[in-house]
Structure formats: structure tokens, C-alpha cells
């Protein structure tokens, strides 16, 4: 599977204890936020296979994090001059996964399908909402091709 150009991973510590952990996400110091990115915080609840996809946008990168739950998440490259124009990306986040922060750049379709009985996705954006942003592919276009319903492979 590709990983896509400008895509970043940021794989998280965790500080358990008696009473519990602690986990930092993102610092502005971040290689991977970088100053003054900091636009939103938001929350999206989602139950057993809910699929929401395909989204894009133009300016925004968007920052995500699963605490609760477990996410198939998807993203395909829809600029031209990137070096992996039209190339798939899969990745699995939440409990049942290592710990990570996830940077999509702008002009990376992106999409998740919930795997487990429910999930919380946490995501900072780099600008606040804003509509003329907000780009809507549907989730079976036949250009990207992706199966959202499609189970693991058969080894």
C-alpha cells in the first residue's frame, strides 16, 4: 500500500500508571502541526459501520485522532503535481492499533469506515469551517475505485 506524499504519521507515547495514562497529541512545536496551523478542534461520534467518505479540501489539512473505538480510514491523492497523484492509502487507528496522530494535507481525499461498535474521531483542522472548503466526493466513485465495505484479506 502506498503512503502518500506529504501524509504524516506521528506515533504517540503513552504514560500508563495505577491511575490510569497520559498521552500527549499534537504540540505546536510539532514537525508535524507547525506554528500556527491551529484553526478548530472538533468531535465526531460514529456507530458500527458508518462510512463517511469521500471528503476534500483545497486549503485545510486536517489532524486526526481516535480515542475510543476503531477506524479503517482511507485516503487518495487528488493533486496533480504530487508524486503519488491517484495512489491509495489504508491505515487502521484506535484501541486495537499503536497510538498515532494522522496529518492529511489538502487536495488527500479522505474517508473512515467504524469497525467497532463505536468511535470517536478527534480532529484539529488548520482553519475553521468553512463551506466553500468542504469538497464532497461520492463514496463509490468509480475514479478512486475504493470498496468501503470490502473485509480483510483472506490469507
Same mark, same amino acid.
Given at each position: ?5 506529504? #501524509?504524516?504519521?506521528?506515533?504517540? +507515547? /503513552?504514560?500508563?500508571?495505577? +491511575?490510569?495514562?497520559? +498521552? ?12 500556527? $496551523? ?6 465526531? *461520534?460514529?456507530?458500527?459501520?458508518? &462510512?463517511? @467518505? ?10 486526526? %485522532? #481516535?480515542? !475510543?473505538?476503531?477506524?479503517?480510514? @482511507?485516503?487518495?491523492?487528488? +493533486?496533480? *503535481?504530487?508524486? /503519488? %497523484? ?12 499503536? @497510538? !498515532? #496522530? ?14 467497532? $461498535? ?6 484539529? /483542522?488548520?482553519? &475553521? ?9 461520492? *463514496? ?9 465495505? $470490502? ?5
Amino acid at each position: 500500500m502506498a503512503h502518500l506524499h506529504g #501524509v504524516e504519521i506521528k506515533e504517540l +507515547r /503513552t504514560y500508563p500508571d495505577e +491511575r490510569g495514562f497520559f +498521552r500527549e497529541l499534537i504540540r505546536v512545536t510539532d514537525p508535524l502541526f507547525g506554528a500556527g $496551523a491551529f484553526g478548530q478542534l472538533s468531535h465526531s *461520534h460514529m456507530y458500527h459501520g458508518v &462510512v463517511k @467518505a469521500w471528503h476534500i479540501h483545497q486549503r485545510q489539512t486536517d489532524w486526526w %485522532y #481516535v480515542p !475510543i473505538g476503531n477506524l479503517k480510514v @482511507a485516503l487518495y491523492d487528488l +493533486r496533480p *503535481h504530487s508524486p /503519488t %497523484y491517484r495512489q491509495l492509502q489504508e491505515l487502521l487507528m484506535g484501541d486495537n492499533y499503536p @497510538a !498515532i #496522530v494522522l496529518k492529511i494535507p489538502p487536495g488527500v481525499a479522505h474517508g473512515c469506515r467504524v469497525l467497532s $461498535a463505536e468511535a470517536h474521531l478527534l480532529y484539529v /483542522t488548520s482553519n &475553521v469551517y468553512d463551506p466553500s472548503d468542504e469538497g464532497r466526493i461520492p *463514496h463509490d466513485d468509480p475514479d478512486i475505485g475504493y470498496d468501503w465495505l $470490502a473485509g480483510p484479506a483472506i490469507r
